[in-house]
């Protein structure tokens, strides 16, 4: 998009965009960090079982080279020195090797966490191509990787050139020892030598790690436009969502229409608002408001209510009053009881009047009791 748009890639990237890119494999690693805790953990684990490893392999030399020339020839007996061979060894060099490995996977882990995507497998033949090769090697990325490189060279290089120069003596000294104690006294040193070094490359994982995040949202950022149309996707477009919300108004609506002619009572504004009431004798709950709406919705309430014979009364701050604290299908607010029930108390007897005639009841909407937490303007 950024290339169609000719926009900057100034957004962060949003979760969806995070989310695909770890299915697609594209998640910050840093190989110089995987490798600086493999090598400390490798040494240190050489230093706590180096001695029982070299032992275990020095006894299977030992025994490997010792059997009779009967034991050659039989089967048998060759598969038990085997036996005894993997025995002595597989448990201290398992030991390293499961170090090892812990120590593999919970490098990657640290940074970007444990992840598997077949995406990141498959084969793609434009892996293959031998320009795009010459342009990653030739790019920013492989500029980097170069300086990486370089940086690590100098580095190993000094660090090594001062250890071996500070040891010097060390080392001179040792073709004076006995054969066994030189050689446990080299290995010692050899192995301090390697954790030494190894440990000079937490500098170069303490820059990598930041810089691979950092790299990660870079590559990840979006464009505004970007942003606009993931949203879009994952909202929906605003003129669907907008039909049809209008389509969903227009079938509540016609709904609420079918109702009015139920109604007991159409309170009004007169103009601006109406309210269509139900209240059931029969039942123990409040009246309840089947019908509401304002201006055009008001006047159509009021048209059908009129074609089916349902009173029409105006009662402004009544009216107001349902109209902000009542939603379609609730009963009213129990603050509204009393005008209500006035209101259908004139209803009832205007229809035992029109049924048999008499005294002609009257209402005077500005006398009912309306509370103050209720009342709008």
Known sequence: MAEDTGQDKTEQPSA????DARTKGQVPRSKEFTTVLVLIASAAAMMFLGERIIRSVAEVMTTSFSFSRKDIFDPVQMAHHFLYALQTISLDVGAFLAITVLAAL?????TGGWNFST????VKLEKLDPLKGLKRIAGPQGLIELIKALAKFILIGFISTLI???????????????????????GMLVLWVFMAISSSLILIALIDVPFQHWNHIRQLKMTKQEVKDESKESDGNPEVKGRIRRMQIEISQRRMMQDVPQADVIITNPTHYAVALRYDQTGNGAPTVVAKGADLVAQQIRMVGEENKVPVLSAPPLTRALYFSTEIGEEIPSGLYIAVAQVLAFVFQLRRYNARGGRKPHIKPEDLPIPDDLKRD
């Open 16 to 19: 969806k965009r995070l989310s």
């Open 119 to 122: 995406q990141a497998i498959a």
């Open 106 to 110: 919970i490098a990657p882990a640290s």
């Open 164 to 186: 071996i120069w500070g040891l010097r003596d060390h080392l001179l000294s040792l073709g004076q020892q006995e054969v066994n104690t030189a050689m446990a006294d080299l």
